[in-house]
């Protein structure tokens, strides 16, 4: 609205402009009018978030966001202004510490990204100005620029493709950056351009910026000399994006439309949601608790303070007078100040410093993921991948998994397998053979030797050799004839796994944007049909009988995955117009003959049922007429600006109708390595696996039984468009029928089982199987009435909960999140995770808690999007069961420890408040205030949550049962919680009485003399950094020389320091309290046995229990998973607490 007024105060245009006009080569397409360039951003790239100018006012601002940081601020600005008993150094040293670490952190992560950024931006690119080549920066591109790139490089900003150096006006372009497509993809000139770009005098007319890689309208217009302007559409075969790498074309010249921040590449860099861990929300519960034990401290030393000071004499002794100043002060000012005071003398019981070493803890233990060999594929030669640091602990908690099942259960490694012609089946036998080959029918038995006839089997290769985008990829070594080279990569197929020679051939052979159009390709030339590509708009193919056919191809009806299927209008030598069709049967069979189907759907059904992925194709004949309908129909809507998808579909659906079906293809998708053992180990661990794919059911179905998901005693509950339809009544009844009788099995007549116990732990339960589709799904979540729509996702989430495995086949991307979100939200919270491999699998991987991307061949959209990455699904079992376990009791650990040694620090300070008249008398120095968590204790419990392996990895990963015992956040409930807390005070009673007791004795030193105040003090503090520091030496079950380095070092530092503090006079110091102290203390003899007896009693519970207890570490592989969950239930603190 603002700019709206602005810009018709100052007289602009305040249209909103849906379009933009760009001159190629800032020519304009006037003569006579004046050319003034329209104003677009500049082609800099902009990822960082701060500058030299704004870094520390920014850095400082987002910190203090943080609750526990803006805490800690008040507290040094009450030190600062209010007049309390410890130096305000005391918390703003620790607080500094911390803003500085993050800032530092924070800061080096921003130079990082500028660094990327200048990289991108000062690289050189070519720009053909006025017939010259002019080498500049990325950054100095502008839109309207003619760029020339070579093969290999990056486009440096999106460009619309205006010349190609190969023949047929061409280019192959590769975009893993962007979506992770990782196949090439072939990209058009725009038609009628000058071959001399000098000369082109063009303008073009495109939509503004917008995110969508996949959408793009535009057109250009053409001028010539005493002609009318031509008009030629654009869309996204016109447009390469930034990002996107030149292959197999030496060199092409584009426009520049979209520069900079404006290119799709930079607007779909948003920034994820921020994910918080269950630990997290922990943290800040406990901290609410510790938060008033702090202020119930202060309150009842103020209160008792002024109960005290109201008996007679104690207010104002004869040695300690009050000044005027103090008698005229208001006494509730006076209480509210002092209450202040007591905040200040504990505020230490909040650990501040816990915050930057749960950060530290996070970011240094992501790299053991990173580093871990295991994880490295020799295949893509890269290992795992950490995007976010802060989910660590998150992968010991999961409850869910939800799972892709193309390319994530399966290698998206297509291979042909059958063909079904006219009824017949035919399978390949040998690579001498073509359509001779072993040949059956679904009919009886004395129709094997049948086969379809010659026709129609030449019409469906002919199908398969001419319905694709595949491209044949040159090669300098096709001197001995193309076709030999791609018979050679054909010979490769079967090769199971047997040396690197396949893949090089296969991309040597064919180029696609998708695995399954080479392998039906493929399929084509073992029965004597071969693809030998493109000869400008000609698509050449080679017969059985060593024919070349050539075909001219007319258009091109893209697949879309809401019409799943692709068609291609061609003319044939005769004359004839032939349009072929290949898609999924759910899209095709309504558009073909009905008495076709039942021909082909029984095979179709047993290629799915057998875990194949299938296709089926059709043809179609256009006479003269039908064809320059359709013809005139695409073009028209090709050159729409306004809902050009919308009205390219409509045509679409009215060409693609009153087709002949030919038959169908079966590929094969084989499964992952390991992927069965992964999933029955997911399960052994608790969780429930839920297969999400926009697969067909049967294939999907058949997926589920190979990983073991399905038994074959899964009693499956099967909620389809099928089921539904199977009563005869309307469906939404049929729906409410089949929720209410699955409820009633799988959930109320069901026994009743443990939390987490999954069918390893209870075979005697019945098993069931929970299948749905994606538009039965939809009918559950979008139902016509509220109450209904309420009521069946409650009943359809009890019955999926209730199952061991749920597959949802059919999904839509949107779909897969709304179910991640649905059990995200339900009853209890549960920790989800997705994992998946392509751009269909982002939404959910960012839906669930934590997201997993695979680096598979469906391109790295997911491993950009996910928050951890890995190779291969196989790699799950480790990163869950051994990395995520670990993690998980490592920061638990190391949370519950902070509060408990912090309690221990400040309890004898509140109780010496009793035995000071409640002056706020501090009981230790301001440089041990400082130092405890800074320096004394921090290391240890840092390498403790980096290095601690409790169980060894071997035993986690062969006992995926032990998972279960930290499900549900099991040791950062309440029970571990206050059992800390309650060590802490036991802790704190003991070292403060027990030094008391000590002080009992009026002659502590050989010469008579007793200790003072901060000799006492020093005691309690060299007991407690004793103490603390040997628990933890007693909780570590993983002793590297790291943790022997900082353990017995920093009661080393601890020692000398005090040594080094009190033996020398500071200049600056106004008071020099602990001069000399440390050496008098322990010139006494009494003193070294309390500190020893006290250190020995607080220790003398965990001394028996690592006694008695059976032992446990890196040589435990030999122990009982059973013994290991006894000791967990004797010591919830001991890292395995068990939910019953």
């Known amino acids: 609205m603002l700019r709206r007024t602005?810009?018709?105060?100052?007289?602009?245009?305040?249209?909103?402009?849906?379009?933009?006009?760009?001159?190629?080569?800032?020519?304009?397409?006037?003569?006579?009018?004046?050319?003034?360039?329209p104003k677009f951003c500049d082609n800099r790239i902009v990822s960082s978030k701060y500058t030299v100018w704004n870094f520390l006012p920014k850095n400082l601002f987002e910190q203090f966001r943080r609750i526990a940081n803006f805490y800690f601020l008040i507290i040094f600005l009450v030190q600062v202004i209010v007049d309390t008993p410890t130096s305000p150094v005391t918390s703003g040293l620790p607080l500094f510490f911390v803003i500085t670490v993050t800032a530092i952190k924070q800061g080096?992560?921003?130079?990082l990204r500028h660094k990327a950024d200048n990289e991108v931006n000062k690289y050189p690119v070519t720009v053909l100005e006025q017939g010259r080549r002019v080498r500049k920066e990325s950054e100095k591109i502008?839109?309207?620029?003619?760029?020339?790139?070579?093969?290999?490089?990056?486009?440096?900003?999106?460009?619309?493709?205006?010349?190609?150096s190969r023949e047929d006006d061409t280019c192959f372009v590769t975009t893993a950056s962007l979506d992770?497509?990782?196949?090439?993809?072939?990209?058009?000139?725009?038609?009628?351009?000058?071959?001399?770009?000098?000369?082109?005098?063009?303008?073009?007319?495109c939509e503004q910026p917008q995110p969508d890689l996949y959408k793009f309208v535009g057109r250009m217009h053409i001028y010539k000399a005493d002609q009318e302007p031509a008009v030629r559409s654009l869309g996204p075969e016109n447009l390469l994006l930034k990002g996107s790498t030149l292959k197999n074309t030496q060199t092409i010249c584009g426009v520049a439309i979209y520069t900079g921040m404006e290119t799709k590449m930079a607007l779909n860099y948003q920034g994820k949601s921020q994910k918080r861990s269950a630990v997290e929300k922990s943290i800040n519960a406990f901290l609410l608790v510790y938060l008033c034990i702090l202020v119930s401290k202060a309150l009842v030393c103020t209160t008792l303070k002024y109960v005290w000071q109201n008996k007679p004499g104690q207010d104002e002794p004869w040695y300690n007078e009050k000044t005027q100043r103090e008698k005229d002060t208001n006494l509730y000012l006076k209480m509210f100040t002092d209450f202040l005071s007591f905040m200040v003398l504990f505020n230490f019981i909040i650990p501040v410093s816990m915050y930057v070493t749960v950060e530290m803890q996070k970011f240094l233990g992501s790299f053991f993921i990173t580093w871990d060999k295991d994880f490295f594929d020799p295949e893509i030669k890269e290992g795992a991948l950490v995007n976010t640091s802060d989910l660590n602990e998150e992968l010991g908690q999961v409850e869910y998994v939800f799972t892709d099942k193309t390319g994530t259960l399966t290698q998206n490694n297509m291979e042909f397998i059958e063909c079904c012609i006219d009824g017949f089946q035919y399978k390949y036998q040998d690579a001498g053979t073509d359509l001779d080959g072993f040949c059956v029918t679904d009919g009886p038995a004395n129709k094997v030797q049948h086969k379809a006839g010659r026709e129609k089997e030449e019409l469906f290769l002919r199908a398969l050799c001419l319905c694709h985008t595949v491209q044949v990829k040159e090669s300098p070594e096709q001197g001995q004839g193309q076709r030999d080279g791609l018979m050679d990569h054909v010979d490769g197929l079967g090769v199971d796994g047997e040396g690197l020679h396949p893949p090089p051939q296969e991309q040597r052979g064919f180029i696609a944007s998708s695995p399954d159009e080479v392998a039906l390709v493929k399929g084509a030339m073992r029965y004597g049909f071969t693809f030998l590509g493109f000869e400008s708009k000609t698509m050449k193919i080679l017969t059985r009988d060593n024919d070349v056919e050539r075909y001219e191809l007319l258009h091109v009806l893209n697949f879309d995955p809401v019409r799943r299927r692709m068609s291609v209008i061609v003319r044939s030598k005769s004359g004839d117009t032939l349009l072929f069709c290949k898609g999924a049967d759910s899209s095709i069979f309504p558009r073909v003959r009905q008495e076709e189907v039942e021909r082909i759907r029984?095979?179709?059904?047993?290629?799915?049922?057998?875990g194949y992925r299938t296709l089926c194709v059709a043809y179609k004949y256009l006479n003269a007429e039908e064809y320059a309908q359709a013809d005139a129909g695409l073009r028209e809507a090709r050159l729409a600006l306004q809902d050009r998808e919308e009205k390219l579909m409509a045509v679409y659906n009215q060409v693609e109708t009153g087709m002949s079906l030919i038959g169908a293809t079966a590929v094969e998708d084989r499964l992952q390595e390991e992927a069965a053992e992964t999933m029955e180990a997911l399960q052994g661990a608790g969780m429930k696996v839920w297969v999400l794919t926009g697969d067909k059911m049967e294939t999907a179905k058949s997926t589920c039984y190979a990983c073991r998901l399905f038994q074959r005693n899964t009693e499956l509950l099967e909620l389809t468009v099928r089921t539904l339809e199977d009563g005869g009544r309307r469906r939404e009844e049929r729906l409410?029928?089949?929720?209410?009788e699955y409820h009633k099995k799988a959930v109320q007549d069901a026994p009743p089982v443990k939390a987490g116990v999954t069918r390893a732990w209870s075979s005697a339960n019945h098993d069931y199987g929970f299948i749905i589709d994606g538009a039965?799904?939809?009918?559950?979540?979008?139902?016509?009435?509220?109450?209904?729509?309420?009521?069946?996702?409650n009943l359809f989430l009890q019955i999926c909960q209730n199952c061991t495995s749920v597959l949802c086949c059919r999904m839509a991307p949107l779909q897969k999140a709304q179910i991640v979100k649905m059990v995200k939200n339900s009853k209890g919270s549960p920790i989800t995770l997705s994992i998946g491999d392509g751009a269909n699998d982002v939404s959910m991987i960012l839906e669930a808690h934590v997201g997993i991307g695979i680096k598979g061949k469906e391109g790295r959209q997911a491993v950009r999007n996910s928050d951890y990455a890995i190779p291969k699904l196989k790699h799950l079992k480790k990163l869950l069961l051994a990395h995520g376990h670990l993690y998980y009791v490592r920061i638990a650990h190391l949370v519950q420890y902070f509060f408990y040694k912090n309690l221990c620090f400040i309890l004898p300070q509140f109780l010496y408040q009793f035995f000071c008249g409640y002056s706020q008398q501090p009981l230790y120095d301001a440089a041990y205030l400082t130092m405890y968590n800074i320096c004394f204790t921090s290391m240890p419990i840092l390498a403790y949550s980096l290095l601690e392996q409790h169980i060894c990895m071997e035993v986690l990963l062969d006992n995926a049962t032990l998972y279960r015992g930290i499900a549900k956040n099991g040791m950062l409930r309440w029970g571990p919680f206050f059992y800390w807390t309650l060590l802490g005070v036991f802790h704190g009673l003991l070292f403060f009485f027990g030094v008391r007791y000590l002080f009992g004795n009026p002659a502590l030193q050989d010469n008579g003399q007793v200790f003072g105040n901060w000799s006492y003090g020093t005691i309690v503090f060299t007991v407690l950094v004793f103490t603390v520091t040997l628990k933890l030496a007693l909780d570590t079950r993983h002793w590297t020389w790291i943790n022997h380095f900082v353990i017995w070092g920093s009661l080393a530092f601890y020692v000398f320091f005090s040594f080094f503090w009190g033996g020398i006079i500071w200049p600056f110091l106004k008071q020099q309290r602990l001069y000399f102290v440390f050496a008098n203390m322990l010139s006494s003899v009494s003193a070294w046995l309390v500190i020893i007896l006290l250190i020995l009693l607080s220790l003398l519970p965990e001394i028996l229990l690592v006694v008695f207890r059976k032992p446990r570490g890196p040589h435990a592989g030999q122990l009982s998973q059973e013994g290991l969950l006894q000791t967990a239930r004797l010591h919830p603190s001991h890292h395995l607490p068990i939910s019953t």
């Not at 007289?11 to 397409?29: A, K, M, T, Y």
């Not at 080096?108 to 130079?111: A, F, L, V």
Request: aromatic share 6%; with cysteine; net charge negative.
């Open 108 to 111: 080096y992560e921003d130079w």
């Open 142 to 164: 502008k839109v309207g620029d003619v760029l020339e790139v070579d093969e290999d490089e990056t486009f440096p900003c999106d460009l619309i493709l205006l010349q190609s």
């Open 776 to 793: 039965t799904l939809s009918m559950v979540l979008n139902s016509s009435s509220e109450s209904n729509s309420s009521r069946y996702k």
């Open 180 to 205: 992770g497509e990782s196949n090439h993809k072939t990209h058009y000139t725009v038609p009628d351009t000058e071959k001399d770009l000098e000369s082109l005098n063009a303008t073009i007319e």
């Open 6 to 37: 602005l810009n018709r105060w100052l007289g602009r245009d305040e249209r909103r402009v849906d379009s933009r006009n760009i001159c190629v080569g800032h020519r304009s397409s006037s003569n006579n009018e004046a050319f003034i360039p």
């Open 736 to 740: 409410h029928e089949l929720l209410v």
């Open 602 to 610: 029984m095979n179709v059904e047993r290629n799915a049922t057998e």
